[in-house]
């Protein structure tokens, strides 16, 4: 997770600014713990992750006047001119976020995923797990592909040590070796679950299963327990994400669950926040942030077990999400309505979310998201590829 970046108004279009110790801008790492999520995912570091999870990185963009952060200081930047600058109290101003570069897997198309390192687990749908190098951005490479078999469809990523799970959206969940990424190796297929979303953490997994979730000790991941297999939610549950001694869901028709799981056996549902969901969720800190029919909700789960909703970023069609200091929304295009494929807000104040950049309209079909270590990812479905930012250019 980034640090902290201070967000400020500044005349130069689409700049975000970032205090000078935040990640993206000096490459420091987050002194913080992590937290497991699916972006996203995945099991998120916190980075969440990230993630989550599970994490992608050229184009023209459309600018967006930048407004500043609530209560921020209005300090104009000195610009180099370049779109970067310094402000006058000395602080790092980031430019537009820019592409690093763009990956396709060599079979099946970009979906989910989860980054570790410089290392990214990929669903690729019909053509399995991609596992993919990504040292260098702009020369992203494949270090493995591997087909799961016939009529498995890899959707969703979560990574703990050397087992990615790869939720099979109607065809359960698998786990797979990586000990040795050039060779993947299938451990074990659980076809009884639908799979739409996976989190891992402290060797337990958590599976979104449309009607709820359910829970496997996977402390040996090639021959899983199962905890709990009958934990209903309202909605059609679609993503789950893990933070500490709490999992966190959302669903297609319904809001924000929170579930306890200091004892994974005996997971419940502690409340849920009743809200017209779009199935998008991502937890970062003491926010969950909720995609739904009338924006992004901004919930603060300080205390998980009584969330309190702060505000709604209103945007048509919020589809991925992914947070740090920043809320990163991608937007899904219809016929008949046209949204920003890419939105930075500024949430310092929850309960006035400020537009900071609106861009990369080229593409209408977003798939998952995640930011990690000042890079941003996402996977599009116009191009089945994954694509890599700079959240922070100077």
Request: charged share 20%; aromatic share 6%.
């Amino acid at each position: 997770m980034i640090t902290s970046h201070v967000l400020r108004s500044t005349p130069l279009f689409g700049l975000l600014a970032c205090a000078s110790l935040c990640t993206a801008c000096t490459g420091t790492e987050d002194p913080e713990g992590t937290a497991s999520s699916s972006d996203g995912g995945t099991d998120v570091p916190t980075t969440t992750d990230a993630p989550t999870g599970s994490t992608t990185d050229a184009v023209t963009t459309d600018a967006a006047d930048t407004s500043g952060s609530s209560g921020g200081s209005t300090d104009a930047s000195t610009s180099s001119g370049d779109g970067t600058g310094e402000s006058s109290t000395g602080e790092v101003v980031c430019g537009d976020p820019i592409e690093l570069g763009v990956f396709t897997p060599s079979d099946g198309n970009a979906r989910g995923f989860e980054v570790v390192g410089d290392t990214v687990y990929l669903a690729a749908e019909s053509g399995g797990l991609a596992i993919v190098d990504l040292s260098d951005p702009a020369a992203a490479s494949e270090v493995a592909i591997f087909d799961l078999g016939p009529g498995l469809l890899v959707h969703r990523i979560a990574v703990s040590g050397t087992t990615v799970y790869a939720g099979l959206r109607g065809s359960g969940w698998a786990a797979i070796d990586v000990a040795d990424p050039s060779t993947p190796a299938l451990l074990f297929h659980e076809p009884d679950v639908s799979g739409q979303d996976v989190a891992v953490a402290d060797g337990v997994l958590y599976v979104a299963d449309v009607n709820g979730v359910q829970v496997f000790d996977v402390a040996d991941p090639s021959a899983p327990l199962a905890l709990v297999e009958d934990l209903v939610l309202p909605g059609s549950t679609q993503t789950v994400s893990v933070a500490g001694s709490y999992a966190y869901a959302t669903g297609l028709t319904a809001g924000l669950s929170v579930l306890d799981i200091a004892d994974p056996a005996a997971t419940v549902e502690v409340t849920t926040l009743d809200m017209d969901g779009r199935g998008y969720l991502a937890v970062a800190g003491d926010r969950a942030y909720v995609s739904a029919s009338d924006g992004v909700h901004i919930v603060d789960v300080a205390d998980p077990s009584a969330p309190v909703e702060l505000g709604v970023f209103a945007t048509d069609r919020p589809h991925g999400l992914a947070a740090d200091d920043r809320l990163w929304i991608l937007g899904e295009d219809t016929v008949s309505v046209a949204v920003p494929m890419l939105q930075v807000v500024d949430v310092t104040d929850g309960a006035m979310p400020v537009s900071l950049f609106e861009g990369f309209d080229d593409w209408a079909a977003p798939a998952w998201i995640e930011v990690s270590e000042g890079r941003l990812l996402f996977s599009e479905e116009d191009d089945d590829a994954l694509h890599v930012l700079d959240t922070c250019p100077q």
